[in-house]
């Protein structure tokens, strides 16, 4: 069984998008990557010619899959090194068809069709961390759309080519996709959940890029500029390639002309980031207030010890006498 996919993504509708059966850590570890230089990159327009363009990150990935005893969660291995592959509800029939693919053919070595997903620190010594989301695998070089343009460890980046703050080498950041109706459905969140719910959906995908003699200069934020002297990311479609040596992706070939206006596309504001921030810290921290009250009542609550009797003094200088 095969699973074939297009090129162009379909935008899923918010509660699919919102849900993932990505790790716990994975998750976290993504909302570090909330920078002020980001803001610099949001449009709001999109020119006519430009319609073609659109955010995306996907590849052709071949790899020894390993499933856990009674599960669908898996790992694949290429060039040594070992991949969490996660998927998403919606997508969750091709991991258990790679599943029953791999039962009946008895050959662990599959082609996938993934998405990088790629965990940065806060520290920037510290070195990304990269797992893939599957989207559906094949069976032969020419069983979908994408083997047409991409070979084995060649992937599709579309994004803004731009340096991070938690990152030593510019990436190439993916964006979600605008949508017209998740727009209008992201506006109707109850405010009390709003800002969270915004944030995740909105999450970014940061690919490192390694590109020797780029002939495009990556943006970088200077904090000493005013916002309207910081210029803007390109928005870049290319090829490149997945270095398992390297835990990254180099350079192949550009596949348009670079454009100085992005496709319109989905970011969380500063104010829902810091909201989101403020929470956490609330949630990790337990109240002293709360505390004092507590340690009161347990003292209450003790039953009353009895009092000592008193010393027979004048009975003991009897005594002696």
Known sequence: MSAK???KPTPPNLEEAETTEAPADLEEAETTEASSELETAETTEQEPE???AFFQAVGILPGEVSFEEGSIMAKVTVGGKEYRLLFKPRLMSAMVALKLEIKQSGSTTQRLIVYPKVMHFPKQDQPHQLAFQLVGFEKDPASSAISTELEDFEFKLSGLWQFIPVCRVP???VFRNFDEAIHQNL???DEAVAAKKKVNFMKATH???IWKDAPFKPFRFNPKLEKEEQGRPLFLQLKAKFIPA?????????LAPPLEKAPKFFKASNDDKA???????????PSKSKATPSKTKSKQAKPPQPKPKPRPVKAEQESEE
């Not at 909201?275 to 921290?285: D, L, S």
Request: proline share 3%; aromatic share 6%.
């Open 246 to 254: 390297k835990d990254g992706f180099e350079f192949v070939a550009l």
């Open 207 to 209: 690919v490192p890029l």
């Open 50 to 52: 430009h319609k073609g």
């Open 275 to 285: 909201t989101v921030q403020k929470e956490k810290r609330k949630n990790a921290t």
């Open 187 to 189: 506006k109707k969140l």
């Open 171 to 173: 990436v190439i950041s």
């Open 5 to 7: 996919r297009k090129l």
